[in-house]
């Protein structure tokens, strides 16, 4: 059975980083052709996200890191990439 769990864990990891890097290329696209303020800060935002769960994946797969400190990573670049976005609607 745990093996299932991994398979499947790995496997949502896999699609949640697809999207993840469809939306940042979709909005470095978008900062490419408008080359406006913010569009550029959409775009850090969605990069940082984007970098927040490939990190988290790879920590947890080829470190031995506990878990709290691998989510406290991926929580710090949320927190930038939230942060991004929030400029980019201001």
């Known amino acids: 059975m745990t093996g299932v ?6 496997l949502l990891a ?10 940042s290329a ?6 490419r052709r408008e080359r ?7 775009f850090f935002g969605f990069l940082f996200l984007t970098v927040g769960v490939l990190i988290e994946e790879i920590l947890l797969v080829f470190t031995r890191l506990p878990l709290h400190n691998i989510h406290s990573v991926e929580s710090l670049l949320f927190v930038v990439g ?3 976005l929030y400029l980019s609607l201001r």
């Open 5 to 10: 769990i991994g398979s499947l864990s790995t």
């Open 36 to 42: 406006t303020r913010t569009h550029r800060n959409a």
């Open 82 to 84: 939230f942060g991004f």
């Open 14 to 23: 896999a699609v949640a980083l697809a999207f993840a890097l469809g939306i």
């Open 26 to 31: 979709v909005s470095f696209r978008t900062f």
